[in-house]
């Protein structure tokens, strides 16, 4: 399955069960271990776990592969492994806490010193 298609199909597969907050981040440039990381949150353990179904059920019947599946016990951070793909559904404080976005997105841009004009 296309990366493109693979991304949409869980994308669709989370909004399906009502995931929030989802964001997808390329990673290709830090890892060569997966392009692709997807993020949700889940308001309840029961609701992560139904979540990390819906993903593995609906790719499976695309014709994707799920290499793994990690956290369904617990539901405060699954992990759903699907090669160039890595969906993790978590809780909004282990969301809060781990802050994934900050540490896999695209680095802040700093302000430069001097750019602004002085005002006479």
């Keep these: 399955?296309?990366?493109?298609?693979?991304?949409?199909?869980?994308?669709?597969?989370?909004?399906?069960?009502?995931?929030?907050?989802?964001?997808?981040?390329?990673?290709?440039?830090?890892?060569?271990?997966?392009?692709?990381?997807?993020?949700?949150?889940?308001?309840?353990?029961?609701?992560?776990?139904?979540?990390?179904?819906?993903?593995?059920?609906?790719l499976k019947a695309a014709g994707a592969r799920v290499y793994g599946v990690e956290g369904e016990r617990e539901g405060e951070w699954i992990l759903v492994d699907l090669g160039p793909v890595v969906v993790h559904i978590m809780q909004p404080a282990a969301r809060k806490y781990y802050n994934l976005e900050e540490l896999w997105g695209p680095p802040a841009r700093k302000a430069r010193r001097g750019s602004r004009r002085a005002s006479a």
């Design 1 to 58: 399955m296309r990366l493109d298609k693979l991304v949409k199909a869980a994308v669709a597969a989370l909004e399906d069960i009502k995931g929030r907050d989802i964001v997808v981040l390329d990673v290709r440039r830090m890892t060569a271990l997966f392009d692709r990381i997807i993020l949700a949150s889940a308001d309840s353990a029961r609701q992560g776990k139904a979540l990390s179904r819906n993903v593995q059920e609906k």
